[in-house]
Each structure stands twice: as C-alpha cells, then as structure tokens.
C-alpha cells in the first residue's frame, strides 16, 4: 500500500492530522473511507470537509490501482487526471495517447499498453462499484 503521504491533492495541515488517526497508507485510508457515514466522521476528526475526504479517496483509489506506482502517478498528473474519477471519465482512445505522449513529453519509457488498459479498466469498475 502506498504511503498517505504520495497523496498530492492533501494539504499538510490534514496529513498530520490523519496520521495522528493511525492512517499512514492509502489502504487504511480507503477502509476508513467506505461508506458516506464514514467519511463525514473522518472530515469531523481531521477539521476538513467531505469534499476533502472524496478527493482523497479518489486519488488512494488511483495510487492503489495494480501495475501502477509513482511514475505511473505521476503521468497521469501529467494529463491532468489525479483520480479515478477523472480517469473513469476519459474515453479509452484519448486515455491511451495521452499516456503516450505524456511518457514521451517527460522522457519515461512507454507504459505496457496492456498496464496501461489495466489501469483505465480498473478506474472504470471503481467508479462504477
């Protein structure tokens, strides 16, 4: 599990106050994160809002996909997506040479074309889910 602090979209005031809650990975996170419930009582601890919580959630669930790591985030910040929503949202084409060009645009290798399906069908079942 990624560590909380890979989240790029938190503010450093609610990382301390996360992690003074025990959560020190995206993993604890996301299970602290599940219901809606859950996430009000989290943003009431932590002093942010839901909308806060929901941003995190959804960056965790990108850094949690499988076959991704901090380059692979970091192309897609490339692109301007920091979530699985935003991911969901693409359509696969444009996704696809986005990540291609954004490998290329920061001089990276180019992803596994099947990495980088893996990793738009997974955003599609989380946001689905």
């Known amino acids: 599990m990624p560590a909380i602090e ?13 992690q003074a809650h025990g959560l020190f990975t995206t993993g ?14 989290l943003a009431d601890q932590t002093d ?12 965790a669930l990108l850094l949690n996909l499988a076959f991704f790591g901090p380059t692979e ?21 444009a996704f696809e040479s986005a990540v291609l060009r954004a490998a290329t645009d920061l001089h990276y290798a180019v992803p596994d074309r099947l990495a980088v399906r893996s990793w738009w ?9």
């Open 6 to 18: 890979q989240l790029t979209r938190i503010e450093p005031v609610h990382l301390a106050r996360l």
């Open 121 to 129: 069908e997974q955003g599609q079942v989380l946001v689905e889910a």
């Open 28 to 41: 604890l996170l996301l299970e602290r994160t599940e219901t809606p419930t859950r996430r009000q009582t």
């Open 73 to 93: 985030h970091e192309l897609l910040a490339q692109i301007g997506i920091t979530g699985v929503t935003a991911l969901a949202a693409t359509a696969w084409e």
């Open 48 to 59: 942010a809002s839901p909308a806060d919580v929901a941003e995190w959630r959804d960056e």
